[in-house]
């Protein structure tokens, strides 16, 4: 069963960068679609950003397109989280997923679709 571990977060000052890392354990993690949410205090769980089993597709949500990055690293088994320009409005527990479907063509694009979870990873952004 793949589990998934985030670190990365942090308390950062508005216009600040942090990187987050998601490491999944098993041998399969390079062949599943993954994403990051978010859920901030009193607030649904939101889509962030996916990327595609290969890496070749990527799709954010508009909230922070142009700010965050995602990519992977198949090799290293690791998902990433650039995130620049941070705001205030981008507090929240992030949460790393996988779809667990094997080489899904569709990107993982909600959390009822996601199979497998991270505990997430505290992002805190001063004024």
């Known amino acids: 069963q793949v589990q998934l571990v985030e670190s990365g977060g942090g308390l950062v000052q508005a216009g600040g960068s942090l990187r987050l890392s998601c490491v999944p354990s098993?041998?399969?993690?390079?062949?599943?679609?993954m994403a990051w949410f978010r859920q901030a205090p009193g607030k649904e769980r939101e889509f962030v950003a996916a990327?595609?089993?290969?890496?070749?597709?990527?799709i954010y949500a508009d909230s922070v397109k142009g700010r965050f990055t995602i990519s992977r690293e198949n090799a290293k088994n690791t998902v990433y989280l650039q995130m620049n320009s941070l705001k205030p409005e981008d507090t929240a527990l992030y949460y790393c997923?996988?779809?667990?479907?094997?080489?899904?063509?569709?990107?993982?694009?909600?959390?009822?679709?996601?199979?497998?979870w991270g505990q997430g990873t505290q992002v805190t952004v001063s004024s």
């Open positions: 997923a996988a779809d667990g479907r094997y080489r899904r063509s569709n990107l993982l694009l909600t959390s009822a679709e996601a199979r497998y």
């Open positions: 098993g041998p399969t993690f390079s062949n599943y679609a």
């Open positions: 990327i595609s089993w290969s890496g070749g597709s990527t």
